[in-house]
C-alpha cells in the first residue's frame, strides 16, 4: 500500500515569497491534517480536514496560511508571505477514523525562508 | 487547552539497561493516548496506543489517570531503540504531541 506522499521535500525562499505544498493522502483515508514541526519541537496541528470539509484550522495563521482540499483527496498548503519563522517542516498525515485513528504521516516538506 | 508535557529532550542509556521516557497530559476528560516514534531517516509513526495495551518491540506505557502520566518503558534497551519518541494525546481535536525525547542506546 503506497503511503502519505509529499512534495515537495526541500524548499528554500526568501521571506516575503510565496510556496505551496501538495499531498496525496492515503487511498480511502478520510480525515487529512496538515502539522507544522518546528527544530527541536513536535509537530502542531495547523488544519483537519474530514473529506473536503474543515474540522479544525484555529491554530492555522489564516493571514498567511491557506489549505484546501479539492475533492476530497489531494491537499495543498499555501504560504503567502513567508516570514523567518515559518521555517520547518510541514507534514501531512492522514487517517481513516479521524483523531482516534492512527495517523500516517508523509516524509514532510522541509521550508526555509532566508 | 491540550498539552502534552515530555520533560526530558534527551535521555541515554547503555544496551541493556532499563529505560523509561516519561510524558505527562493536560485533557481533563478520556483521553487517548499514543506514542509515536521516528527512526532515523523514516517517518513518523505510530508506536502504540493505551487503548489497545498491548507491548510493542518491547515498549509497554500504561496510562495513570491520577498523575495524568503515560510513561514509556522497555525493561531492556536495544540499540535499535534508538529514535525520536513523542507522546500524543487526541481529545476534542486532533493529535497533540509532545515536543519529543531522543533515545540514543550506546552499546
Known amino acids: 500500500e503506497a503511503g502519505v506522499a509529499q512534495s515537495p521535500r526541500y524548499k528554500i525562499i526568501e521571506k516575503r515569497q510565496s510556496v505551496a505544498f501538495w499531498c496525496n493522502p492515503i487511498?480511502?483515508?478520510?480525515?487529512l491534517y496538515w502539522y507544522q514541526q518546528i527544530l527541536g519541537q513536535g509537530p502542531k496541528l495547523l488544519i483537519q480536514?474530514?473529506?473536503?470539509?474543515?474540522?479544525?484550522d484555529s491554530q492555522l495563521p489564516k493571514d498567511r496560511f491557506s489549505a484546501e482540499r479539492l475533492k476530497g483527496v489531494d491537499s495543498t498548503l499555501k504560504i503567502q508571505p513567508a516570514k523567518l519563522e515559518d521555517s520547518a517542516v510541514y507534514l501531512c498525515?492522514?487517517?481513516?477514523?479521524?483523531?482516534?485513528?492512527?495517523?500516517?504521516f508523509g516524509e514532510g516538506s522541509r521550508l526555509t525562508v532566508l | 487547552a491540550q498539552r502534552v508535557t515530555q520533560p526530558e529532550k534527551l535521555l541515554s542509556v547503555f544496551k541493556g539497561a532499563p529505560v523509561e521516557l516519561k510524558c505527562n497530559y493536560s485533557y481533563s476528560g478520556s483521553p487517548e493516548l499514543f506514542w509515536y516514534v521516528q527512526y532515523s531517516r523514516q517517518r513518523l509513526q505510530l508506536l502504540l496506543r493505551?487503548?489497545s495495551r498491548e507491548s510493542i518491540k518491547g515498549f509497554t506505557a500504561d496510562l495513570n489517570k491520577g498523575e495524568t502520566s503515560f510513561h514509556l518503558k522497555k525493561p531492556f534497551a536495544q540499540e535499535e531503540d534508538s529514535a525520536m519518541y513523542y507522546c500524543a494525546q487526541s481529545g476534542r481535536r486532533a493529535l497533540t504531541f509532545g515536543s519529543g525525547t531522543r533515545l540514543q542506546v550506546q552499546p
Open positions: 480536514f474530514q473529506n473536503n470539509g474543515v474540522v479544525d
Open positions: 498525515a492522514s487517517s481513516l477514523m479521524g483523531s482516534t485513528g492512527e495517523l500516517f
Open positions: 493505551h487503548i
Open positions: 487511498s480511502g483515508h478520510a480525515t
